[in-house]
């Protein structure tokens, strides 16, 4: 595969007489597993006239020793879809930066690496963040080894008067108010954290449960009560990861175990890209009010409320974990094989995942709400929207699992086409993605939902004429048997919308 490397990767070397660790490992792993790396003849330019001439020549002694992208796409005002999420550039930075995300967003390369934040966030905007890696990560995705072990570390469960209040991570937040004081008076809350190797913090969350205040100054929203993320915050370093839609799930968990029906943050929103919102919009939530210093409050509802008609697809992604399972879509049983299980759903014991079983390995294909799956399974009449009722297959053979479909891919035969689509999701390995490839396979991306309380076994769906034989292939199933899986599996019917 041919992977784009940002000049910022090469000014990231800029004052190291060795090449750091990570970026080290990154280069070695992608000439080991025969990919490209290139870069673009903008950042070639960029270099080539930097005014500041011991470090240009010292960043042109670093590029030639990569191979340039050839005839690359630009971006144009015809390419409407582009424009609507990265405006045209009005500087020669800017230039740059959108010139690298179209050879991803037009398929020039399969992959960037870069350290620089504006574009991850137009990455979000643009759907293609799955292919764009900060150095961290893409050691970890092209690391020779299992890809269970991608991402970053483990999430940790602690408490707020256990955390290092003088990490880096929170120099943002000192700026907005007296933040250490804050912290010191909420000592024993509970804070869910992640950490570098270097010990400093990768991202934290804090929560507080069963808010009631009023909130809201224009409009006012009123007392109800509610679930406050107090704080959200991912370094730098994992920008691109999956570790911000982890934290993300994790307090909409907390959401559902305390029964709240809202939950809401506070932020002041950074001109032009800020990555926080981007992300959070994905999941539902919404600024409905600021306060009076202009703060913004982004308010998310777990179920829709009165006025609210959402489509089928509109209601997984504003009312995230709620879901339409009416008889507009269709219900599909899909198998997985445990290995492939283990890494795709790692919160399965026969019920919803706890919230202390969060705090194990980090898996990032795992632990992320969006997921893929291949299959070679000739079903074409998949749509967005069908209902996902994963079966693990082989040992325990029983229904664990319900997700939504976004997107479904048919019939696809190069794995690198595979990988462009799948991104970051994969549960396969490069090998096993070849392999698959040679049939014409269906790639499914799809948002998890939850773990069914009660698995039902083949036992019991053979004793209820819903399958005669162990499930081998996708296979689709009635209303009447989908409610049957429901009701038995211990979905929580307040989440389903018919």
């Known amino acids: 595969m041919d992977i784009l490397f940002d000049t910022n990767i090469f000014i990231h070397r800029e004052n190291d007489e060795v090449v750091p660790e990570d970026l080290r490992k990154l280069e070695k792993s992608l000439k080991e597993q025969g990919h490209q790396i290139l870069i673009h003849p903008l950042s070639e330019r960029e270099i080539r006239n930097d005014h500041n001439e011991e470090r ?165 929203l009123g007392r109800n009560r509610r679930l406050k993320i107090s704080t959200l915050k991912v370094s730098e370093r994992k920008w691109g990861s999956k570790i911000g839609e982890l934290l993300i799930s994790l307090a909409i968990r907390e959401a559902i175990n305390g029964g709240h029906e809202e939950m809401y943050l506070t932020h002041y929103v950074e001109s032009g890209e800020d990555v926080l919102v981007e992300l959070i919009e994905k999941y539902g939530f919404e600024e409905v009010s600021k306060e009076i210093d202009d703060e913004s409050i982004f308010l998310k509802r777990l179920t829709p409320g009165q006025g609210d008609n959402p489509t089928p697809l509109e209601t997984t992604k504003r009312f995230y974990p709620s879901f339409y399972d009416g ?55 998949l749509e967005p929207g069908d209902l996902l009722l994963f079966y693990r297959s082989h040992d325990n053979m029983e229904v664990t699992s319900l997700c939504v479909l976004e997107e479904v891919h048919y019939g696809l035969t190069n794995v690198d086409s595979i990988s462009r689509i799948v991104g970051k999701r994969s549960v396969f390995t490069r090998r096993e993605l070849q392999d698959m490839a040679q049939s014409p396979t269906t790639v499914l991306l799809f948002r998890w939902h939850f773990d069914l309380e009660n698995p039902i076994s083949y036992e019991e769906l053979k004793k209820n004429d819903i399958l005669s034989d162990p499930l081998q292939w996708m296979s689709e199933i009635s209303d009447r048997d989908y409610k049957y899986i429901r009701e038995l599996g211990g979905i929580n019917e307040r989440f389903t919308l018919d």
């Open 56 to 220: 240009r020549v010292q960043n042109e002694s670093r590029i030639e020793t990569y191979p340039t992208l050839d005839f690359p796409s630009y971006p144009s005002d015809d390419d409407t879809e582009f424009r609507a999420a990265v405006p045209e550039a009005t500087n020669t930075n800017d230039e740059v930066d959108n010139a690298l995300l179209y050879s991803v967003y037009v398929d020039d390369v399969d992959f960037l690496v870069t350290e620089d934040k504006g574009i991850h966030s137009k990455a979000l905007d643009l759907g293609i963040e799955d292919r764009v890696f900060p150095i961290e990560e893409g050691r970890d995705y092209f690391r020779p080894t299992d890809p269970s072990i991608r991402g970053p570390e483990a999430i940790k469960r602690t408490t707020v008067g256990e955390l290092d209040l003088n990490d880096p991570i929170f120099d943002s937040l000192e700026g907005d108010y007296d933040f250490v004081e804050w912290a010191r008076s909420i000592s024993e809350r509970t804070a869910w954290v992640n950490y570098n190797q270097d010990d400093t913090l990768g991202a934290v969350l804090i929560l507080k449960e069963n808010e009631v205040e009023n909130i809201g100054a224009r409009p006012e």
């Open 327 to 381: 008889d507009q879509v269709n219900k599909y049983l899909v198998p997985v094989q445990p290995q492939f299980h283990n890494k795709l759903f790692p919160g399965y014991a026969g019920r919803d995942a706890t919230l202390t079983e969060f705090s194990g390995q980090f898996q990032s294909e795992g632990n992320a709400i969006k997921k893929a799956y291949l299959s070679n399974a000739k079903n074409r009449n």
